[in-house]
Nanobody, 126 residues
Framework: QVQLVESGGGLVQVGGSLRLSCAASGRTFSSYAMAWFRQAPGKEREFVASISWTGASTSVADSVKGRFTITRDNAKNTMYLQMNSLKPEDTAVYYC???????????????????WGQGTQVTVSS
């Protein structure tokens, strides 16, 4: 059974940092692009960052550019999101996702992703 488990969320003050992890189990996703999305209360799920299956290509939403970095370790079947200079508007549940098809680039649409984690809460307090 395929599982994606996010961890690393929590409560942090404005300007602080968190590192999210997404550990995959049940199969190997080293040939699949992966991504982070987030959903704040009352808002739609939005793209945060994605990374190609090789890790050579990444895409980051304008709202987090320069503050968030996405990486992956295929040997560990794990993806990461380093979040720095956090703002109150970053408060959301963060989800990791895996592409529908192998050997893809860093896609931006939720539709392109098939496997999803349960999410981890990130709260930035002012």
């Amino acid at each position: 059974q395929v599982q994606l488990v996010e961890s690393g969320g929590g409560l942090v003050q404005v300007g602080g940092s968190l590192r999210l992890s997404c550990a995959a189990s049940g199969r190997t996703f080293s040939s699949y692009a992966m991504a982070w999305f987030r959903q704040a209360p009352g808002k739609e799920r939005e793209f945060v960052a994605s990374i190609s299956w090789t890790g050579a290509s990444t895409s980051v939403a304008d709202s987090v550019k320069g503050r968030f970095t996405i990486t992956r370790d295929n040997a560990k079947n794990t993806m990461y999101l380093q979040m720095n200079s956090l703002k109150p508007e970053d408060t959301a549940v963060y989800y990791c996702a895996v592409d529908r098809s192998p050997y893809g680039g860093s896609r931006l649409r939720a539709y392109d992703y098939y496997y999803w984690g349960q999410g981890t809460q990130v709260t930035v307090s002012s």
